[in-house]
């Protein structure tokens, strides 16, 4: 399978752990195997057939992704939510909370 940028003014990084690089750019190319899933998943064009183990995979890490920042918004959301400021919320709602 051949691999690109959908704009050929951004080129698409590439890593894994190992510490191995690809770069995906603006002209069709192959890529190795331990990187087709992720340039699924970071949005390069696929020319040909994609294997259904490689759509399935990215898809996977699409949804993985989607929660986790799902879940870093909710945390951040609750940081910004501290006692000092439902406290203060509620004062100004007329509400006060006994010690």
């Known amino acids: 399978m051949l691999f690109r940028s959908p704009d050929p003014e951004r080129l698409i ?18 890529l190795p195997a331990m990187f087709q899933r992720d340039a699924v998943l970071a949005g390069a ?9 490689i759509h399935r ?3 996977l890490m699409k949804i993985d992704k989607d ?27 007329g509400v006060r909370i006994p010690r």
Do not use: Q, Y
């Open 13 to 30: 990084h590439l890593s894994n752990t190992l510490g191995h690089t690809c770069v995906v750019g603006a002209e069709f190319a192959e």
């Open 45 to 53: 064009e696929v020319s040909g057939v994609m294997t259904p183990e």
């Open 57 to 59: 995979a990215a898809a």
């Open 67 to 93: 929660a986790a920042e799902a879940a870093r918004i909710a945390k951040e959301a609750d940081a910004a939510r501290s006692p000092k400021w439902l406290e203060e919320e509620l004062a100004a709602s």
